[in-house]
C-alpha cells in the first residue's frame, strides 16, 4: 500500500522541480537526487518518485553523473509546437466563443506591459509577458484537457521561447501578432483568432527548428514534421502576399459595385 504521506510529498518535489526547471535552475549540466532532496528539503524518495515521472515526460532525463534536462532532438521541437499550435489555435477558438471580449481586455493589459519591452529590446521581459499572454488564452478556454496537454509541454516550450525571439526583429512581429491576436477576440472571431494563432506558433516552431539545425548541424527527413514546419515557413510570405491580393480585389469590385446605378 502507497503511503499518502510519501505521495504528498513526491507531488510537493515533482511541482518544485518543475519550477526550476521553468527558472533555468536545472539545466543541461547533470545534478544528483541528493542534491535535489537537500534544495527541496524532501527525503531521496519523493525525489526519485518525481524524477521517474519527469522522465516519462521527456522532461528530464537520466545519466551516470545524475539526472539533467532532457534534450530534445529537432524532430521532437517541430512535434512539440506542430502540437502546441493546434491545441493552442482550439483553446484560443474556444475562448472567443466564451467571452473573447473580456479576453482581449485582459491581453490588452500584458501588451501595455510587452511594449515597453520593445523599447529596451528586453527579450527576458518579453519572453515572461509571452508566456502570460498565451497561457491567458489557454486558462480562458474552458477545456481541462486541453490546459493538461499543453502544460505537458509547458517545460520544452519555456526553455526555447527566448530563442524564437533572438530573431531579428521578431520581437516586434511578435509583438504585432499579439496585437492582431487581441483584436480578433474583441470582435469574437472564433475561426479567424484559431488560424491566427496556429500560424504565429508554427512560425516559432519553423524558427527554433531552424535554429537548432544551424547550431547542431544535420538534416531534416523530407517526410518529418520539422519538414513541414520548415515549409510552411517558407510558404508564409507567398501566401500572405496572395491574401492581400484577394483582400484588394474584393475591395475594387466592392467600390465598383457602389458606383452601379
Known amino acids: 500500500m502507497v503511503n499518502s504521506a510519501t505521495v504528498s510529498l513526491a507531488d510537493r518535489a515533482y511541482d518544485e522541480i518543475r519550477r526550476m526547471i521553468s527558472e533555468g535552475k536545472i539545466r543541461t549540466e547533470p545534478i544528483s537526487e541528493v542534491r ?28 551516470v ?19 502546441r499550435a493546434i491545441l ?12 473573447g471580449a473580456a479576453l482581449a481586455r485582459r491581453l490588452r493589459m500584458i501588451l501595455a506591459e510587452a511594449e515597453s519591452m520593445l523599447d529596451k529590446d528586453d527579450h527576458d521581459g518579453f519572453a515572461r509577458l509571452n508566456g502570460r499572454f498565451h497561457g491567458a488564452i489557454v486558462a480562458s478556454s474552458g477545456n481541462r ?41 474583441a470582435r469574437e472571431r472564433p475561426e479567424e483568432v484559431e488560424t491566427q494563432i496556429r500560424d504565429h506558433i508554427l512560425r516559432a516552431g519553423a524558427r527554433i527548428v531552424r535554429a537548432t539545425l544551424r547550431i547542431d548541424g544535420g538534416t531534416v527527413d523530407a517526410r518529418s514534421t520539422a519538414a513541414v514546419l520548415l515549409a510552411l515557413e ?28
Open 145 to 185: 484537457r486541453i490546459r493538461e496537454l499543453l502544460h505537458s509541454l509547458e517545460t520544452i516550450i519555456v526553455r526555447y521561447r527566448r530563442m524564437s525571439l533572438l530573431y531579428p526583429d521578431h520581437l516586434q512581429r511578435s509583438y504585432e501578432d499579439h496585437v492582431k491576436i487581441a483584436e480578433l477576440l
Open 88 to 99: 493552442e489555435g482550439a483553446a484560443a477558438r474556444l475562448a472567443a466563443t466564451i467571452d
Open 36 to 63: 535535489l532532496a537537500e534544495t527541496i528539503q524532501v527525503s531521496r524518495t519523493p525525489v526519485r518518485e518525481a524524477v521517474r515521472r519527469l522522465v516519462g515526460e521527456n522532461v528530464l532525463e537520466v545519466t
Open 65 to 83: 553523473q545524475g539526472v539533467r534536462l532532457y534534450l530534445p532532438s529537432v524532430e521532437d521541437l517541430a512535434e512539440v509546437y506542430y502540437t
Open 234 to 261: 517558407s510558404a508564409a510570405p507567398h501566401e500572405q502576399l496572395r491574401t492581400r491580393k484577394r483582400r484588394d480585389t474584393r475591395a475594387r469590385t466592392r467600390r465598383r459595385s457602389s458606383k452601379v446605378v
